[in-house]
Structure formats: structure tokens, C-alpha cells
């Protein structure tokens, strides 16, 4: 059998991949093959969005790399507005969040909170596939609080035109905790008919050897943390030759971050947080990850900020993957 190409996704982050972040990244790194936006919520049906969310939403491509816009909402009318907006501003594809897990989310049948109900799921997919013009996404959970949420839903998700299905591998209720169900994965992918792509829990090439082996032919990759811990992950899996000083195109690249979201952000403080919540996941990148984040964890100002960087890069070295 011929290995098909893999596509590599970066699934959203509210907070981190942001607007800013999605350009430079895509100006810094390789290997990605579509960005998606943090999904927007709450907006007046029937209007053109407000400045601040159209500037957040913007451009339909970063460094050649096309954005899907994602969206959070259990109203078809309101999904169908913000696909007027995404039509009108040139995107190709709209996407669904239904996999949200947050109980604030939840519990208002939003996101994840929607699986365990197939009927709702039906009614607005019936109204938007309607009305809407460009390619139409769902990223989902494999249930809410049971993976048996997916037995009624594949039914409904293979009566639409969807253009694709990625899955995090998990259900809401888990968040984050345990590992990814590869057997419901498995018993989803034998039903569904659309393209499906899997998320969750890919984190270096060792993790996509083993999914492969399990999972020949998927092509379709949503990862996550994986490339915030390390940017250059999608190079990795795709075999692409690693910049002759990997230290400085993250220099560059974080630094690029800090100065376009001081400038967007007008200075506020804000953008101290925006950096250490990044730092978070970025510091795995280093040999000594829990020392790199000690140098930026505290910092107070934009000095102490730009000094604990300056830190990191003069005594910490990149892990070896
Ligand atoms: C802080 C945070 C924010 C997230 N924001 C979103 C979001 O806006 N939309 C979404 O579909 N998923 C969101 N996710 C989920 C991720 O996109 C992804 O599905 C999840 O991390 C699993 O993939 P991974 O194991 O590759 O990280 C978020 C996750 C975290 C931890």
C-alpha cells in the first residue's frame, strides 16, 4: 500500500492561538497544513461582526496556511450568521465546536455538552447545512460523559454533507485525564463516511509511529499541545530538515509574539499573562522545562519579563528530541 501524505492540523487554544500567534507561527515554523481560530461565541444574529472579533478572526491565511474560523453555539441561526461573516470575508470552511468539555460550557448544552443529544445535534445541522455556503466542519469528543454518546450520533453526522470530523479521542467528562479510547475511535471511523481526523495526545513522532501503526489510513491529524510544547513537531513528523539554530527561530518567533502583542494590546499587562500562558507549554521545548518557566513565572513587568527571557536563552538548552 502507498503511505499517503499526512496533513497536519493545529487545533485552537482560547488565549494562545490567537490572531498574532497564528501569523507568526505560520511565518516561523513548517509543517502545518491548516490553522484554526479559538471559537467565537455570543454575537448578534443578523449583523456583521463587531471590529475587535473581526480583527481576532482575520486573515483566511497566515504565511500561505489556510484558517478555519470555529465557532461555540447551540443556535443554528446563530452559526449560520457567523457563516455569513466567514463567506463574506473569504473563508473556505466553518467549523462546529461540539467538544468543548468545561461544566460552564456544558451545562448549557454547548460543545461537548451537546453529544448526548443526537436530536438537537439533527435540528441544527438540518437548518445550517441549509443555508450555508462554504465547507462546513465538526470537531467533537467521542461523547460527553460516555463514549456511547457516539452510537446515535454517527447516524446524524453521516446524514450531512460534512467536510470533516475530527475527533479528540476522549470524552467531556475526562478533560484532559487518562488516555486517548483508540477502541471507540476504531468502532467511530468503521461508520463514519466523511474524512475523519484524529486529535489527542500526539506529542512527538513516537506517538504518531504508534497511532499509525494502529491507524494506517488516517491522514488527518488535529495536534494540540503537542506543537505548543514543541513548534517544530509538525516538521518532525513530516520528516523536513530542522533550521541549522533551532534556539534562535524560537527566540525570534517568542519574541516576535511578546513586541505584536504589546503593540496590539497597547502595553496593558495582559500581555504578561498571555506570555506565561504560553510559557507553559513552551518551556517542554527546553532540557529543563520547570527552571525555564521558574525565569518568567513571576515576572511583574515588562523588565523582569524580557530579563527572565533573556535567562532562559543564555543557560537553558533545547531538549534533544
Ligand atoms: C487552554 C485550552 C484552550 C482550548 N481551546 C479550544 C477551542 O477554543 N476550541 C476547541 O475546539 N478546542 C480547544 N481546546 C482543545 C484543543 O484544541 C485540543 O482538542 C486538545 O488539547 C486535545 O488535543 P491535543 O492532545 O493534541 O492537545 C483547548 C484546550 C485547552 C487546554
Request: proline share 7%.
Amino acid at each position: 500500500m502507498i503511505q499517503q501524505p499526512v496533513s497536519i492540523y493545529f487545533a485552537p487554544f482560547q488565549g494562545i492561538t490567537t490572531k498574532p500567534f497564528r501569523a507568526l507561527y505560520a511565518g516561523h515554523f513548517q509543517g502545518v497544513d491548516k490553522l484554526y481560530t479559538p471559537y467565537f461565541s455570543n454575537f448578534a444574529v443578523g449583523c456583521t461582526l463587531p471590529p475587535l472579533k473581526q480583527k481576532a478572526l482575520k486573515d483566511q491565511y497566515e504565511n500561505g496556511i489556510e484558517v478555519v474560523p470555529q465557532v461555540l453555539s447551540k443556535s443554528a441561526e446563530e452559526i449560520i450568521s457567523f457563516a455569513h461573516n466567514c463567506e463574506e470575508f473569504g473563508f473556505k470552511e466553518l467549523n462546529l465546536n461540539l467538544g468543548c468539555p468545561y461544566p460552564q460550557v456544558t451545562r448549557k448544552l454547548r460543545g461537548a455538552g451537546m453529544l448526548p443529544f443526537p436530536d438537537m445535534v439533527d435540528g441544527i445541522l438540518e437548518k445550517v447545512m441549509k443555508d450555508i455556503k462554504i465547507n462546513f466542519s465538526v470537531k467533537c469528543r467521542l461523547g460527553n460523559l460516555s463514549a456511547r454518546e457516539m452510537d446515535a450520533l454517527i447516524p446524524v453526522f453521516n446524514r450531512y454533507p460534512i467536510n470533516e470530523l475530527t475527533i479528540h479521542a476522549r470524552i467531556g467528562k475526562q478533560l484532559y485525564s487518562g488516555k486517548p479510547d483508540f477502541d471507540s475511535f476504531a468502532g467511530a471511523v468503521s461508520q463514519l463516511k466523511m474524512p475523519v481526523v484524529y486529535n489527542g495526545d500526539i506529542f512527538a513522532n513516537s506517538d504518531f509511529e504508534q497511532f499509525k501503526s494502529r491507524f494506517p489510513e488516517i491522514n488527518l491529524l488535529m495536534i494540540g499541545r503537542g506543537i505548543l510544547n514543541d513548534p517544530f513537531l509538525p516538521a518532525r513528523i513530516k520528516g523536513f530538515e530542522m533550521p541549522l539554530n533551532p534556539e534562535k527561530t524560537i527566540r525570534t518567533f517568542i519574541d516576535d509574539l511578546y513586541i505584536a502583542y504589546r503593540k496590539e494590546r497597547d502595553d496593558n499587562p495582559s500581555v504578561l499573562n498571555a506570555m506565561k500562558e504560553y510559557w507553559a507549554y513552551l518551556m517542554y521545548s527546553f532540557n529543563e522545562p520547570i527552571n525555564v518557566f521558574r525565569k518568567v513565572r513571576k515576572a511583574k513587568t515588562f523588565n523582569d519579563y524580557e530579563n527572565g527571557v533573556e535567562e532562559i536563552f543564555s543557560s537553558q538548552e533545547l531538549k534533544t528530541w
